[in-house]
């Protein structure tokens, strides 16, 4: 549990963690607008979900030195992560036809904060959902998001138990 602890206090958990959302992005953005592949509402809302996730890790960074700041930043995490995850099993329910539901162009997003309109090369909905690309090794974006959602999920959620466990603040 210590190991745990020392690992959710580490800068290199949380530089990880940033990297590899701004890897995801990256990708994403690769296979838009260098592959012709338009993302589709679902996969915009994944990206404002792994946005948050890169917005935690950066504050994280700063942070994790307060023991309050350090449990605020996995419990924040935890939940993009569970928001990630959520919209990435409907991404693959959608592709794979066992969920049913109206996919529109419409982000969601309340009218003071329109995002699609602010950064359209990044939260512009393109296409209808019913397909995400192929990556290497033949897997889909559709079947690689929520296996890596929940594993991140799953560590975060590790790392906010053993660092509540690891120390108790001093009243």
Known sequence: MNK???LGRSPWYW???LLLGLAMEGTALFYQHVLGYGPCVVCIQVRLWVMGLILVALA???MRRSWFGL???H???AL???GMLERAWKLLGIERGTVEGECSF????PAWLPL???FPPLFQVQEACGYTPTLPFGLSMAEVLPVLSALLLLLSVALLVASLASRRPSV
């Open 4 to 6: 745990l602890a020392a």
């Open 60 to 62: 994280a960074l700063v």
């Open 106 to 109: 419409d982000l969601g997003l």
């Open 116 to 118: 699609d309109h602010w």
């Open 75 to 77: 419990a924040l995490s």
């Open 15 to 17: 530089l990880v963690l």
């Open 80 to 82: 993009v992560l569970a």
């Open 71 to 73: 449990i605020a930043a």
